[in-house]
């Protein structure tokens, strides 16, 4: 009898161990990140003119990406990744120029560790992009979604360029879709390892130069290219997108800093 | 006899008090709430309701939703006024769908039953998934005309409706979602497989000698591309009816030149009713489409290599194919009352 209490305290002990790790103090911090949209060193202007590197002139109206799979690399190799679920929309998020708030999110939380790199999406996976109706950021009335070839829309640029063919001289670059569009990976080295600890995070500040959507792995340009709906047509346009982003700078956060904001 | 009048005089009060029990209520309801049930020898479906279970509320949501003229722009058009019970959701007599405004589509409307083997959907495949397809008429100019976002507004502004998403969802709200789930529910569940055809198969009625004739010509002739027992393999062939194709099809959704002229291969289930066919109406009966596939095969860089000699049939062989042809029609599926448009 006393044997078999003994047993029970034991299990009851470890049952409030794993309580206190698993149901009690979340498991880590949530890092922010926040983007902005460039154009070489200084802030993207809608409707400002910018001139490519072969001088053609282009400006921008709108400008929407989803960004989703986030992981941070630990300093040993290792990966944290950012927790996404199937019934919902929770890392998946949906950047609008037009949109401050859109700009500025946070994921995790993050384990307290050391990190070394930032991976993510440019757009959506293919299972989620095939699987069905969604909710929230992923929601298709949201208009990322196309209907003639169903899947989301990962990058939507619309502008205008004087050189463009387009009878109104329109700029439409739209990456994304179905028949199992593959989205673009991008892995950002951290400048130093970020700290995560039980009370400090981190905001990784990140620039999105367009600069390089027209002069990046590939020379894109108007006269030729300036309506892309499809995957072949877009396809240096998607190449040309992953290619945006870089580590601008990174603060140390605060816990108390983290309730502010989203 | 004592022992069942006596089960019987039991019987007649506990039914009445039965029914009259508000859970008898939901037992009838659940028993006029189809379910996919996949009938015998078919394979798995490709949609299977796994993360949208059907209840009676969710179906009878969207069915309420398929004939409510509410999800077009101006009101006037239903996903039922092109896709009709007794054609089996296909559009009589309309070579191509007719949306709002009296504008005419590209496409004729295809018959809805079995959607849920369907691994893509749409003449041409644009759609991958079977939740997703109300997206395109809801949001095509020569259709719906007019968007998601506006039929989730328009139904969250209705009298009715929030309190029937309510209920079908298990708490206050309506999105997008669960307005695609709930038509899911309503699609999903439109199985067609109790034809003649199919009882004949399992042995509980018999083909006629000039039926069982038409079998063995369409298992020589036709089977390759409309596999038995959806009667469709589901693939982009082009049948050779144009020279150069007026509408690039499947090839407008993937980008390959080598799909100029493409469609998907139609289930021939109740064929019969879903005159006129293929995917621009240009055939008002099925003698002219044996006409195409006997002597009208157009010949074309992308013609399906099956096709390239077309099919041999005489006069006794058209009429045995029509006879089979003919026993693909499910009468029961075009009368089931669970389908039909609502009287609420």
């Not at chain 1, 299990?11 to 103090?25: H, K, T, V």
């Not at chain 1, 921008?60 to 690399?73: I, M, V």
């Not at chain 1, 959506?124 to 969604?134: C, L, P, T």
């Not at chain 1, 006269?223 to 499809?230: E, I, K, V």
Request: net charge negative.
């Amino acid at each position: 009898m006393a044997d078999r209490a003994a047993r029970l305290l034991a299990a009851a002990w470890l049952l409030s161990l794993a309580g206190c790790s698993l149901g009690g103090a979340p498991a880590g911090l949530p890092l922010r990140i926040e983007i902005s949209h460039v154009v070489g060193d200084a802030p993207l202007q809608l409707g400002n003119t910018y001139r490519t590197a072969a001088g053609d002139s282009w400006s921008a109206e709108r400008l929407r990406y989803y960004l989703s799979n986030f992981r941070l690399r630990r300093a040993d190799g290792s990966w944290f990744v950012n927790p996404q679920s199937a019934d919902s929309s929770r890392g998946y998020f949906l950047v609008d120029e037009a949109d401050g708030a859109s700009k500025q999110f946070q994921i995790g939380p993050v384990p307290a560790g050391s990190y070394s790199g930032l991976e993510f999406l440019v757009g959506v996976d293919a299972a989620r992009n095939g699987a069905g109706a969604q909710t929230g950021t992923l929601d298709p009335a949201r208009g990322m979604f196309w209907t003639w070839n169903t899947g989301y829309i990962f990058f939507q640029f619309d502008g205008h360029s004087p050189q463009s063919g387009d009878a109104e001289h329109a700029l439409s670059y739209h990456v994304g879709g179905g028949g199992g569009a593959t989205a673009h990976s991008v892995f950002l080295p951290l400048p130093a390892p970020v700290e995560v600890t039980a009370d400090t995070s981190a905001e990784l500040h990140l620039h999105a130069d367009l600069a390089r959507l027209f002069d990046g792995a590939h020379a894109l340009h108007p006269a030729s290219l300036f309506t892309a709906m499809d995957a072949a047509a877009a396809a240096q346009i998607a190449d040309n997108s992953a290619g945006l982003y870089r580590i601008d700078h990174v603060h140390r956060l605060p816990k108390a800093g983290l309730a502010e904001g989203s | 006899m004592k022992r069942s009048t006596l089960l019987g005089l039991l019987a007649l009060p506990l039914s009445a008090a039965l029914i009259a029990a508000p859970w008898a209520h939901a037992l009838i309801a659940a028993r006029a709430t189809p379910q996919l049930q996949v009938p015998h020898g078919w394979p798995a479906p490709h949609y299977n309701f796994a993360a949208n279970p059907v209840t009676p509320a969710g179906f009878a949501l969207g069915r309420r939703l398929f004939y409510d003229p509410i999800l077009s722009r101006d009101g006037s058009v239903s996903c039922g006024n092109c896709h009709q019970q007794f054609a089996a959701f296909a559009h009589l007599d309309h070579r191509v769908s007719h949306g709002i405004g009296g504008v005419n589509g590209k496409r004729n409307t295809p018959g809805l039953f079995n959607l849920a083997w369907q691994p893509e959907l749409m003449w041409d495949g644009s759609v991958h998934q079977l939740e997703l397809q109300p997206v395109a008429p809801i949001s095509n100019p020569l259709e719906m005309g007019g968007s998601l976002a506006l039929a989730v507004d328009k139904l969250r502004g209705d009298a009715s409706y929030p309190r029937l998403f309510a209920a079908a969802f298990g708490s206050p709200g309506v999105d997008s979602q669960r307005l695609l789930r709930a038509l899911a529910q309503f699609t999903g569940t439109l199985v067609s497989a109790d034809s003649h055809y199919d009882r004949a198969m399992q042995g509980r009625e018999a083909f006629t000698p000039q039926e069982h004739a038409g079998l063995d010509l369409f298992r020589e002739h036709c089977a390759a591309c409309h596999r038995e027992p959806l009667f469709s393999d589901f693939s982009y062939r082009n049948n050779g009816l144009d020279a150069a194709p007026r509408d690039a099809g499947r090839a407008l959704v993937s980008g390959h030149p080598g799909d100029q002229g493409l469609f998907r291969v139609p289930s021939l289930r109740n064929v019969a009713l879903t005159a006129p066919y293929m995917h621009d109406g240009r055939y008002d009966s099925l003698q002219q489409v044996l006409d195409h596939y006997t002597s009208g095969i157009q010949s074309s860089p992308t013609l399906d290599p099956l096709l390239a000699n077309g099919i041999t049939l005489n006069a006794g062989q058209r009429r045995a194919l029509l006879a089979f042809l003919d026993s693909l029609t499910d009468d029961s599926f075009i009368h089931d009352r669970r389908f039909a448009q609502p009287h609420d």
